[in-house]
């Protein structure tokens, strides 16, 4: 793993007072984006590699699960967590269904478990994107031998 790189960590959550705490706490070990909404947030995801996103589950217009689920097409190697101070056993059942949680946490956060857990969600990202990379290069690979051997039959 890069140990160089800043982890990309998007926080959303529809009360400031949250994002700024979060930021506050995480600024200092994680590049940290926060926005308000779902929408805000899909800003930030158009114009920013997130590595990791954690959204809270209950914010007016779009439920944190509802957004899991939209971004889990467009960005599959993105890790999820949901943070919610309310235990929603439907909410729950539909994050990791729906939207393919890694991790499900309570609000208040500790933030010793939080950073972690986002730690460990990263390196499940990086792990993910290095499987990809290595797949493509097997690829490439073995077309070249492909070749290789019709020149050889060729000759």
Known sequence: MDEGLKINVLYVDDEENNLNAFKASFRRYFTVYTALSAADASV?????????????????????????AQVVKEYPNQIRILLTGFSDIDAIRDAINRGQIYHYLQKPWNDNEL???????????????????LSQQLVVINEQLEFMLRQKLLS
Request: net charge negative; no cysteine; glycine share 4%.
């Open 44 to 68: 930030i995801l158009n114009a920013n590699e997130i590595h990791v996103l954690i959204t809270d589950q209950r914010m007016p217009g779009t439920l944190g699960t509802e957004l899991l």
């Open 115 to 133: 950073k972690e857990t986002i730690e460990k969600a990263y390196e499940i990202y990086y792990l993910k994107k290095k499987q990809q990379e």
